[in-house]
């Protein structure tokens, strides 16, 4: 069991390390949803506008996440040339052989859900009356933090698992 929180806990403690390292990319990309959605709660916007900046943001995530997966899967020697079918193969694999590690992690994530969006956005308000500004900087704050750090943990989770298994599979 020892060995499968430890295998658990390398995702998220590589995806700190990964923010810190590219700290700047993070913020820079996520400063662009950031202030969308701090502007969307601080007052009504024209429709078309609206849509228009969900269309940005949305592309920037795509873009955010592909940089990440450029930066941590295809500049990693052990596994950017990888096929289709051995990464399927890996995955599987790690699955079959990690699953209280996945488990963990599903539960680690399911923690810092109830700390970054639970809390603040739950019971805070019911403690506290809360405006738009409360809600404008709240959500700011976690476009350029909890948001993609959740996402470079997704990514590190596949890293792991592609890297687990480094040899081809057996036939």
């Given at each position: 069991?020892?060995?499968?929180?430890?295998?658990?806990?390398?995702?998220?403690?590589?995806?700190?390390?990964?923010?810190?390292?590219?700290?700047?990319?993070v913020v820079?990309?996520?400063?662009?949803?950031?202030?969308?959605?701090?502007t969307?709660?601080?007052?009504?916007?024209?429709?078309?506008?609206?849509?228009?900046?969900?269309?940005?943001?949305?592309?920037?995530?795509?873009?955010?996440?592909?940089?990440?997966v450029?930066?941590?899967?295809?500049?990693?020697?052990?596994?950017?040339?990888?096929?289709?079918?051995?990464v399927?193969?890996?995955?599987r694999a790690?699955?079959?052989?990690?699953?209280?590690?996945?488990?963990?992690?599903?539960?680690?994530?399911?923690?810092?859900?109830?700390?970054a969006?639970?809390?603040?956005?739950?019971?805070?308000?019911?403690?506290?009356?809360?405006?738009?500004?409360?809600?404008?900087?709240?959500?700011?704050?976690?476009?350029?933090?909890?948001?993609?750090?959740?996402?470079?943990?997704?990514?590190?989770?596949?890293?792991?698992?592609?890297?687990?298994?480094?040899?081809?599979?057996?036939?």
């Open positions: 069991m020892l060995k499968d929180i430890r295998t658990a806990l390398a995702v998220p403690r590589w995806a700190l390390g990964f923010f810190g390292r590219h700290v700047v990319m820079g990309l996520g400063a662009i949803p950031a202030i969308e959605r701090f969307g709660q601080l007052g009504a916007r024209d429709p078309l506008l609206g849509t228009t900046l969900e269309v940005t943001t949305l592309a920037v995530r795509i873009v955010f996440v592909a940089l990440v450029r930066l941590a899967v295809t500049r990693e020697p052990a596994i950017s040339a990888l096929g289709a079918a051995e399927g193969r890996r995955l790690f699955a079959a052989h990690h699953p209280r590690s996945l488990v963990l992690q599903v539960g680690l994530i399911a923690v810092l859900f109830a700390l969006d639970l809390v603040p956005e739950q019971l805070v308000p019911a403690l506290t009356p809360v405006g738009p500004l409360y809600w404008a900087v709240l959500l700011a704050v976690k476009n350029v933090t909890v948001i993609p750090f959740t996402m470079i943990w997704l990514v590190g989770a596949v890293r792991q698992a592609l890297l687990a298994a480094e040899s081809p599979a057996r036939t």
